[in-house]
């Protein structure tokens, strides 16, 4: 047989499928720290059996969103502030690496995409549209990521993230994410030129400026 370069196209099983239905639940708080799941139910609403339901807990568990006790019940995790800040210091530091990586290669392309979506973050600040404020400050992000192409980078992101990201859902809307505009115009320019280092240091501090302001926000 003549050789090609098709691939097998690799389906997402039931348990793959639950497992993203319920992360994405809890880290936009549709399933809110400490609810209670319950797998004889979620099976039902899934329309599975419990095998898959409780394979795709246990990942979740492993993730730290959500908790299992013995003989009694299963919850989404609490949110602790203290650990979402520490996540802060490692989500900074990895996209400060994503973004030294990403610079050298980045084109006219990527400055009009992070340009154009910068500008979607302040329509959504100026409307108070705190979602879509939200999901325009991670593609801002994403560009970066995207040109880096380090995957063990996007793993390590991946899992940590979503212990922020409650956090962020939970005290947005009493920040001041304005700052988040200007820096984003300074991280943008720093990349323009060609200079790595200041866009890293630049990426790193309004990650970690978000987690100072998301901190200072009484619960």
Not at 111 to 126: G, P, T, V
Not at 185 to 194: H, L, R, V, W
């Amino acid at each position: 047989m003549e050789k090609n370069n098709i691939k097998q196209i690799i389906r997402p099983t039931l348990k793959d499928q639950i497992y993203e239905s319920l992360k994405n639940a809890i880290v936009n708080l549709e399933l809110q720290p400490g609810q209670r799941l319950n797998d004889n139910k979620l099976a039902e609403q899934f329309a599975v059996s419990r095998t898959p339901v409780r394979e795709a807990l246990k990942r979740l568990e492993d993730e730290g969103l959500v908790e299992a006790f013995p003989g009694s019940s299963t919850r989404v995790t609490e949110l602790v502030e203290e650990e979402a800040k520490h996540a802060f210091t490692v989500v900074a530091a990895l996209h400060a690496l994503a973004t030294k990586l990403a610079v050298p290669k980045m084109t006219d392309i990527d400055f009009a995409k992070l340009e154009k979506i910068n500008h979607s973050l302040a329509e959504a600040l100026d409307s108070k549209d705190s979602n879509r404020a939200i999901n325009a400050d991670e593609h801002f992000h994403q560009v970066f990521l995207a040109v880096a192409g380090n995957i063990e980078i996007d793993k390590a992101l991946e899992r940590i993230v979503p212990k922020i990201h409650r956090l962020t859902l939970k005290k947005f809307d009493s920040v001041d994410s304005w700052t988040s505009i200007n820096q984003h115009e300074e991280i943008i320019t720093a990349c323009k030129k060609a200079d790595k280092e200041k866009a890293a240091h630049l990426v790193e501090d309004n990650w970690l400026t978000l987690g100072r302001l998301l901190s200072e926000v009484e619960s």
